[in-house]
């Protein structure tokens, strides 16, 4: 899959119903920033929002859309001055733009952590549709290296879909850690490990074996 993700985008004047709902979305917005994910809830939204209980079930009748919704207006915000480096500077640059955006406001990726544990619950009814968000940013990660591959950005020893795997584990596994560790320097961590990965993606691979045993 190659499609960018959705950015903002200018629209005509909204209709009260569609400034209704922006107003909702912007409330759970403003939720995360502040609550941990199991904490917020109808009323906590309904009460930021300034509109009655009613009101905002009647727009999003589901809890799990609500969340989505934010998730995909809040994210499609963060990548908007993102995306651009995808195709100037690459792949690892675009990933250090996130990580920059997250070290200004850890909001989103904090209540995307929280997510992490939804899509793995078997049977969750939010668990395909977070899958599928995880997958296609997976995609536009590979095919990101692909494409640096071609232009002579990435080496053409490292194999795109194992660095997609390397890059991604890189980056969400330190703004990871960067969450349970407020001193640690999250931009700084990230230009070192990227700087001993791509190190290791200029050599040829040969496949490791483990005698556990000597």
Same mark, same amino acid.
């Given at each position: 899959m190659t499609d960018m993700p959705e950015l903002p985008q200018d629209t005509l004047?909204?209709?009260?119903?569609?400034?209704?709902?922006?107003?909702?979305?912007?409330?759970?917005?403003?939720?995360?920033?502040?609550?941990?994910?199991?904490?917020?809830? /109808?009323?906590?939204?309904?009460?930021?929002?300034?509109?009655?209980?009613?009101?905002?079930r009647g727009f999003f009748p589901r809890w799990d859309g609500l969340v989505m919704a934010a998730v995909d207006r809040w994210n499609?915000?963060?990548?908007?001055?993102?995306? =651009?480096?995808?195709?100037?500077?690459?792949?690892?640059? /675009? #990933?250090?733009?996130?990580?920059?955006?997250?070290?200004?406001?850890?909001?989103?990726?904090?209540?995307?952590?929280? #997510?992490?544990?939804v899509a793995a619950? =078997?049977?969750?009814?939010?668990?395909?549709?977070?899958?599928?968000?995880?997958?296609? /940013?997976?995609?536009?990660?590979?095919?990101?290296?692909?494409?640096?591959?071609?232009?002579?950005?990435? =080496?053409?020893?490292m194999q795109p879909e194992r660095g997609a795997e390397q890059l991604i584990a890189l980056y969400e596994g330190l703004q990871m850690q960067s969450m349970v560790r407020p001193r640690m320097d999250l931009l700084a961590s990230y230009d070192r490990a990227v700087t001993r990965l791509r190190a290791g993606w200029s050599q040829d691979y040969v496949e490791q074996v483990w005698d556990l045993t000597a």
């Open positions: 004047p909204l209709s009260q119903d569609t400034e209704t709902r922006v107003r909702i979305v912007r409330a759970v917005i403003a939720a995360f920033r502040t609550r941990a994910f199991h904490e917020t809830d /109808f009323a906590v939204v309904a009460d930021l929002a300034d509109l009655p209980l009613e009101t905002v499609a915000e963060r990548m908007a001055p993102v995306v =651009p480096l995808l195709h100037a500077h690459g792949t690892v640059r /675009f #990933l250090r733009g996130i990580v920059e955006q997250n070290v200004q406001d850890p909001s989103l990726m904090r209540l995307l952590t929280s #997510l992490l544990n619950t =078997p049977g969750h009814p939010m668990a395909p549709t977070l899958q599928h968000e995880w997958h296609k /940013f997976h995609a536009l990660v590979l095919q990101g290296l692909v494409t640096d591959i071609d232009l002579g950005r990435e =080496p053409a020893t």
